[in-house]
């Protein structure tokens, strides 16, 4: 490490860093606007200006802009030299010229990263008198505000939306001094991870449209760690809160996860937690008043509970704990989870797979820095898009890595490095069912279906290690694309395969398996990574509970069961004549859930369930990271956390009254030692009781406008704030006032740094872990990996059995789901921007088969679901090969069909429909 000189104090500092980021890793403040830790360097804002000395003679210096300085061993540098403090002084006066003088109004007031730095520059008086330049405002969509007003001209919004990002339709427009930032026209923002630019911008030129809706400032939210609810990546998030709603979600840093990015699903996504549907009173079916309180509700569900047999069903977007909760009250073998038999097959066997230890799953920091990926029919652009947003980096990096390592350019030096590398791209090969916006940075991207491309990967295999079986009937064309691919593979350090459950196929994932399996035998330790529907979906795998089929036929075989449902609305998984029959052969159905849905309307007892932000939880991501979720909200009326409902029914249950109130933490613990999958959960956060110094953290940032100004419209008394016994975590200002474990910090603050940037306060050093560590555990299978690093890992398992080659039917068509990111998953679509941007019902064929069919795009056609004919209009999916059809998931409108089933298209609900066999497993 080279000692570096910082007026006149000797540092250590990291090899190859700027001098910006070393200084701030250092706790030495020094303003920025254009450099950014996943962006890099490009010395635009001319802001971080500093004085560098030849050595310790040098009396004069030059001043240089830090963040294009590497430090090497010796420099000297000031920082607080008057010529440097009056560079930037000028500097930020001359930004300020044309800033309006509307701080007082701007959403971005309070948490804007230009204040802070005009404030440490010390510029606070404005000699401009002449006419401000002005520019016209685009409506960009439903969840950006849009104020060309403020714009400093740092160029990060395009370098993040274009250059890391991948989108297209946002840029820079300039002509002599005015230079002008948003698309040629105002319209929706396309990019996915466009709400990336609320945090980027480091002033009010993209702001928060939701959040502008209720005008509230960051010191007036009360705010929370949590974990994102929407997919399976389990990405860090805060709450923030006011007025007893959640009004805001910001992006939590966690460098193994998704480091300083979002996607717009869950940033935007949270409206269902105020929404008008939720349920919020416990309800008695099929009586005069059906809303009741603590006392018949108690008495009816004793009266439920008491001789009957039980039946749990699990579900994948609850907590590890409240699953669990449920498995003490109805027993191991009565509980079940709501998935159909084939999906909670193919999650169980990745589960399986994940936990065994034997296969190496990446984290997304590791998928990143990957240099040669893989993927196997998994459209992660819309399953999983911060892995998506990972892949693209890998392609990016791995191309910039090689050029500067052949310029000698450091990684941080960005437009250097971009134009060393000019259009060179590292590997990935992309071999889904449908095409996809990663196809542009792909060195192979295939159209095939689930089988063909199962086979494909075996082929692959089989190319990386030639004792695995072949595949004789591969065609030339197709044998020099699996040499290629394979041929990448083998000669990559760090490969990464990646797959998962959409295409409802074993095959892929014993292909992606056993890829991994063939490069182990050359010395290689290949990632795999299976993504999985929600965001639990693992920890309720990890259970090894039996399907709903299976909990089907136990309330058909044996009548008089009572049916307690999690969280989970069967008719969004389970064909409504299946789910029809279950709910039909109980005698009593006990809900809980959060929102009103068509599972709640079969229930006889309706129990309201706290959303996430109302309660703390675990959840297991892809990779068996368990990760907890703290409350930001106190739960209004009669809401309370699952477990804690469940806590009450065990209760009832034992004839002991309500029952004996328990922590999360005590959960967890009984689940580690119930079940040795889950080893290690235990220390996912720290306990209730944890203090520093004897304080609580507080969840009230320390300018927190005070609680009797916030309600002065009711009471002018200092209410009692609620008392939170679950977590360490307080519903007031006062508290720790440090930095609190990682687990536990719930907004990025520091004296001077009120924006998100004072992120880096918190982090051993710009852009890497947090101080303590990043929050979350690995269990066990995972963990056990990760710590024998050093030794020769255990090889991942063959699978011989290939997938027989996919043929299109006569008359019948596959049926697959398409999975879109705005629209598919259950709780986002309660967000009215979300609706607006889902797509209506439709049904997706190729060319060819639209050809053959004689249609076009637009027409209705007729699609056989359970014997009955369900029109769609036609949406004609280019690649798309003959004899799939696709239908959106989770689309209103659109019965839940059984996926990876053959099913006929006819022009006419007139034509006599065939049943056909399904798909076996």
Not at 145 to 161: A, D, L, T
Request: net charge negative; charged share 20%; proline share 7%.
């Amino acid at each position: 490490m080279p000692t570096i000189y910082i007026d006149s104090k000797p540092y250590e500092a990291l090899a190859g860093k700027n001098l910006l980021e070393t200084c701030l890793g250092l706790g030495i403040d020094l303003p920025y606007f254009c450099w950014h830790p996943a962006l890099g360097s490009v010395g635009a804002c001319r802001q971080c200006a500093v004085k560098v000395f030849k050595d310790a003679q040098d009396g004069t210096g030059r001043l240089v802009m830090s963040c294009m300085e590497m430090v090497k061993e010796g420099m000297r540098a000031s920082v607080s030299d008057k010529d440097a403090v009056a560079f930037r002084a000028q500097v930020i006066e001359w930004l300020m010229t044309n800033h309006p003088h509307d701080c007082p109004v701007c959403d971005e007031g309070g948490s804007c990263h230009l204040q802070d730095m005009t404030v440490m520059t010390g510029h606070d008086y404005r000699r401009f008198r002449y006419k401000k330049r002005t520019y016209e405002n685009q409506n960009l969509g439903p969840f950006l505000h849009h104020e060309m007003n403020r714009c400093i001209q740092c160029y990060r919004c395009v370098r993040f939306y274009h250059d890391y990002a991948g989108g297209k339709d946002l840029g820079v427009f300039a002509a002599h001094n005015h230079v002008y930032f948003g698309r040629e026209t105002s319209g929706i923002l396309e990019s996915p991870f466009s709400g990336n630019l609320v945090e980027v911008c480091p002033t009010g030129v993209f702001t928060d449209k939701l959040l502008k809706e209720h005008y509230t400032r960051k010191w007036d939210l009360a705010s929370a760690p949590s974990i994102c609810q929407h997919c399976s990546l389990g990405c860090n998030i805060f709450t923030g809160e006011r007025y007893g709603r959640l009004r805001q979600i910001t992006n939590r840093y966690n460098s193994e996860v998704n480091g300083y990015f979002l996607c717009d699903k869950g940033r935007f996504g949270y409206a269902f937690v105020n929404d008008v549907n939720r349920v919020t009173r416990p309800l008695l079916r099929n009586q005069t008043i059906e809303a009741v309180d603590e006392a018949p509700l108690m008495k009816t569900l004793r009266e439920m509970l008491s001789g009957e047999e039980l039946i749990g069903i699990g579900s994948p977007r609850a907590s590890i704990e409240s699953n669990f909760s449920l498995i003490q009250l109805v027993g191991r073998d009565n509980f079940y989870q709501g998935l159909p038999e084939y999906p909670a097959y193919l999650s169980g066997k990745v589960a399986e797979l994940v936990q065994s230890g034997a296969l190496y799953v990446p984290s997304l920091k590791e998928i990143e820095a990957s240099d040669a990926v893989l993927v196997l029919g998994e459209d992660i652009w819309n399953t999983a898009p911060v892995m998506a947003l990972a892949v693209r980096q890998a392609v990016v990096r791995t191309a910039a890595a090689q050029a500067g390592k052949q310029s000698g350019l450091p990684a941080w030096h960005d437009l250097a490095v971009k134009e060393a590398t000019q259009e060179k791209k590292g590997f990935l090969a992309n071999l889904t069912v449908c095409p996809s916006p990663l196809d542009e940075e792909a060195a192979f991207s295939l159209r095939r279906a689930p089988d063909t491309i199962a086979r494909l990967g075996f082929a692959i295999a089989h190319a990386i290690d030639p004792s695995l079986p072949s595949l004789p009937d591969i065609s030339t064309a197709m044998r020099s694309i699996v040499n290629s691919i394979a041929g990448a593979l083998r000669s990559a350090q760090h490969p990464v395969i990646i797959s998962g459950v959409s295409c409802y196929n074993e095959g892929l994932i014993k292909a992606a398996c056993t890829i991994a399996a063939a490069l182990h035998t050359i010395g290689l330790r290949a990632g795999v990574a299976y993504v999985l529907p929600e965001c639990n979906s693992m920890g309720l795998a990890l259970l090894h509970a039996p399907s709903f089929d299976n909990a089907t036929a136990r309330v058909l075989s044996k009548p008089g069961v009572t049916a307690i449902i999690l969280e989970a609305d069967i008719y969004r998984t389970v064909a409504e004549k299946e789910a029809d029959a279950f709910f039909d052969a109980c005698k009593h159905i006990i809900v809980l859930d959060s929102m009103h849905n068509r599972t709640t309307q079969k229930a006889h007892a309706l129990l309201p369930a706290a959303a996430f932000a109302e309660t703390d939880g675990t959840i297991i991501n892809y990779e068996a990271r368990a990760q907890q979720y703290f409350q930001v909200l106190a739960p209004q009326q009669d809401i309370r956390a699952s477990w804690k409902w469940l806590g009450k029914l065990k209760g009832l249950r034992a004839a002991a009254g309500n029952g004996q109130q328990v922590h999360p933490d005590e959960i967890l613990q009984q689940l580690e030692q119930a079940l040795p999958a889950f080893k290690g959960i235990s220390r996912v956060a720290p306990s209730p009781d944890f203090r520093v110094h004897g304080q609580p953290i507080p969840r009230d940032p320390q300018r927190y406008s005070g609680r009797t100004a916030i309600l002065a419209n009711l009471t002018v008394s200092e209410p009692r704030p609620p008392q939170d016994t679950d977590s360490p975590l307080a519903f007031s200002m006062e508290g720790y006032p440090g930095i609190p474990p990682p687990a536990l910090i719930p907004f990025y603050w520091a004296p001077g740094w009120n924006s998100n940037q004072s992120v880096s306060k918190y982090q051993q050093e710009p852009g890497g872990a947090l101080r303590d560590g990043d929050p979350g555990v690995l269990l066990s299978g995972q963990a056990v990996l990760r710590l024998t690093g050093e030794e020769k890992p255990t090889a991942p398992p063959l699978f011989m059995d290939i997938p027989e080659a996919f043929e299109a039917r006569e008359d019948r068509w596959l049926l697959l789901p398409q999975v879109h990111l705005f629209g598919s998953d259950e709780l986002s679509s309660y967000t009215p921007g979300i609706r607006r941007l889902a797509p209506q019902p439709y049904i997706g064929l190729g060319e060819a088969d639209a050809t053959a069919l004689g249609v076009i795009e637009g027409d209705d056609i007729f699609v056989w679901l359970e014997g009955k004919a369900c029109s769609f209009p036609l949406a004609i999916r280019k690649g798309l090969c003959p004899g799939i059809t696709l239908l959106p998931m989770g689309i209103p409108g659109i019965p839940v069909p059984q996926w990876g089933s053959w099913v006929k298209i006819t022009l006419s609900e007139d034509a006599e429909e065939i049943r056909c066999p399904s798909k076996i497993f």
